[in-house]
């Protein structure tokens, strides 16, 4: 009668284990095979996974668009400053009217607050392609913070003649262009070309959200405040715009020819 013989096989399903039971019982050939498809089969799952965390990354969603570095706080001052800009709007006619009494100087103020920043636009384009988008960007919301507070303290000390008042709307309207452009010419150099849609849609709907709350809320102002007091409102959040805005990431898109007039 045979006595048994104990197998070697280990207890334990540890790898180092198992892989010297291999070697011992199939020999060395037969050993790295089998390592080979164990092998095979670890680079199969994490390749699976790579692609999935791919495709999750590659997915159109406002969360990838919003974990681009800088996207929030482009999209946070763009906000602050459309909404500054429809309050300036409607106080700027209010302010007119409750200082001179004429609707024809409120029309004058409104017509200049628009009318030369169309003329400049094609020049602003050519200087956001030369000095930079972000920082130009900057400058007008910098510029509208500036001429409003100005407004507003000439207004409250009763020093604001009609000449000066049109000549600081003008400023203002001179340099809108940068911001309008420079933003909206931002999103598709920082957004991947996936994201295009998503991006599209926060530019879009930035505009209604600040054409519902930024007349609300300047009528309230002027309402509880008077114009005057009402122009430091949309002052500050352009300031506040501006130092969101400051070190966004900016690639360098230059493509001038040393000709201002005929890049533009």
């Known amino acids: 009668m045979r006595s048994a013989v104990p197998s070697e096989r280990p207890r334990s ?7 010297s039971y291999c070697r011992s019982r199939f020999g060395d050939h037969e050993f790295c095979g089998m390592c080979h498809l164990r092998d095979s089969a670890l680079h199969v799952a994490c390749a699976a996974r790579t692609v999935m965390r791919t ?9 990838a668009l919003f ?5 929030p706080r482009l999209v946070a001052s763009m906000l ?42 094609p020049i602003a ?5 030369r000095h930079g988008r972000t920082r130009l960007v900057v400058l007008d919301y910098s510029v509208a913070a500036i001429s409003l507070a100005l407004l507003g303290a000439l207004g409250i000390a009763d020093a604001l003649p009609v000449p000066l008042l049109l000549v600081i709307v003008t400023v203002t309207s001179l340099t809108f262009p940068l911001s309008h452009t420079g ?43 008077g114009a005057p007091y009402a122009l430091f409102v949309p002052a500050a959040i352009s300031a506040v715009a501006a130092g969101i805005a ?13 000709q201002l007039l005929a890049d533009a």
Not at 67 to 71: E, L
Not at 94 to 106: C, K, M, Q, V
Not at 193 to 206: C, F, K, P, T, V
């Open 183 to 225: 933003v909206r010419t931002l999103f598709p150099i920082l957004v991947p070309q996936h994201l295009w849609e998503r991006a599209n849609a926060i530019d879009s709907n930035g505009y209604v959200v600040s054409s519902v709350f930024g007349p609300a809320a300047a009528g309230a102002l002027v309402a509880a405040l």
């Open 80 to 121: 602050l400053a459309r909404t500054a800009g429809q309050m300036t709007s409607l106080i700027l006619v209010l302010f007119a009217l409750e200082r001179y009494g004429s609707p024809t100087i409120a029309g004058l103020a409104t017509f200049l607050s628009i009318a030369p920043g169309l003329l400049v636009s």
């Open 67 to 71: 974990s681009i570095p800088g996207i």
């Open 125 to 129: 384009g050519a200087l956001l392609d």
């Open 13 to 19: 399903f540890s790898p180092s284990l198992m892989c």
């Open 55 to 63: 495709v999750e990354q590659r997915r159109p969603s406002y969360r």
């Open 246 to 258: 400051v070190g966004l990431r900016d690639p360098s898109t230059r493509t001038d020819t040393g």
